[in-house]
């Protein structure tokens, strides 16, 4: 393997179709397509200054480097990376993706990041700005990670998250086998249309969480006092550590937990409307048949 130390280079495709290469404390100043159409870099304590520096690469390694915000959309349509110990400061990051692992990585503008990736791995991530992170994005393997941004794994498949803080209005939108355990999640409108949707020891804040869902699950989980109206037209089977604030209109299933303040079950409840709400004692919450009820 070739090695390129402790230089500079910028301008169009510097090192366009390398191979065997690795870049050791060199900058990459503006330009464009640095590393395009490369395979078997390695890149150590390198920084990208530059647009798409990583496009159409087959098998690379970043380890200790930094992406300022020029280097915007840095890594699309590439494969098999792992990236450690790096700061990213560019918008728009990895894209069109497969084979990716992220580990001791920052990302303080992480912006439609994330899109159309497929086997990712995170651990020990924090992203910040994180508006629609992981749109569209499957096979997601994730531990020990911090999120502040909006939108985050819309239309997300084959997902398990572990000991995560996630902060964001309308998360795992549209997605079909998510798990997340041991995590808190905080933002409006959690999980709406979600399939398979499944929390083990969470804490979910934020109101309307959980709407048109189906086959929901959710294991030992509390839900603070701004959580109304939830489980609107779902499907599911919730066992809640703690008070439940309003409940409104499940489609079917059970839901049990240490009390229940508002129960909304009205004529706009849809069928079959047979969902059970009982105590943690046991004791039903409230009867059948299509009232507004409060406890």
Known sequence: MKTISDTEFGGERPLFASHDLRLENVTIHAGESALKECGRIEAVGCRFEGKYPFWHVDGFTVERCRFTEGARAALWYSRNLLMTDTLVEAPKMFREMENLKLE??????????????????????????????????????????????????????????????????????????????????????????????RLVNCRISGTQPLCYARDLVMENCTMADDCDLAFECSSLRATIDGPVRSVKNPRSGSVTAAGFGEIIFNEYAPEPADCVLRLANGRPAFGSGKTEFTE
Do not use: M
Request: glycine share 4%; net charge negative.
């Open 104 to 197: 001791n990585v920052r990302i303080p503008d992480a912006q439609e990041t994330l899109w159309h990736c497929r086997r990712v791995e995170l651990k020990n991530v924090e992203v910040d700005r994180a508006d629609y992170l992981f749109l569209h994005s499957e096979d997601i393997r994730i531990e020990n990670y911090r999120q502040q941004g909006d939108y985050s794994f819309q239309y997300c498949r084959n997902v398990e998250i572990r000991n995560a803080v996630i902060r964001s209005k309308d998360a795992f939108w549209n997605t079909e086998d998510v798990t997340v355990y041991d995590s808190e999640i905080n933002g409006e409108y959690l999980g709406w249309h979600s399939r398979r949707l």
